[in-house]
Nanobody, 114 residues
Framework: QVQLVESGGGLVQAGGSLRLSCVAS???????MGWYRQAPGKQREWVAD???????SYADSVKGRFTIARVNAKNTVYLQMNSLKPEDTAVYYC?????????WGQGTQVTVSS
């Protein structure tokens, strides 16, 4: 059974930090792991991803503030979020891709107060 379990969301003041985690189970041959987010009234947007060889990519809006990392042995991807801004408020979704399928987590709420 495929499961993506996210954790680490919450409420934080502007300038603060949070670390999101996503553990994938029941999935083999994982390729890219990443994070997306969806703010109220907006479309889901890509935040960052990391390939199997640890090559990373970031959206311009988070570059220099967020860091994505993965531990392949644990099928886990992390998103370290520093210098958070109110505009980072959103539901954050874990995304795991194989060559066949795209999997999504249930989402974790991140709220940044000003």
């Amino acid at each position: 059974q495929v499961q993506l379990v996210e954790s680490g969301g919450g409420l934080v003041q502007a300038g603060g930090s949070l670390r999101l985690s996503c553990v994938a189970s029941g999935i083999s041959s994982i390729n890219t792991m990443g994070w997306y987010r969806q703010a109220p009234g907006k479309q889901r947007e890509w935040v960052a991803d990391i390939g199997p060889s640890d090559r990373t990519s970031y959206a311009d809006s988070v570059k220099g503030r967020f860091t994505i990392a993965r531990v392949n042995a644990k099928n886990t991807v992390y998103l370290q979020m520093n210098s958070l801004k109110p505009e980072d408020t959103a539901v954050y979704y874990c995304n795991v891709r194989t060559i066949w399928t795209n999997y999504w987590g249930q989402g974790t709420q991140v709220t940044v107060s000003s």
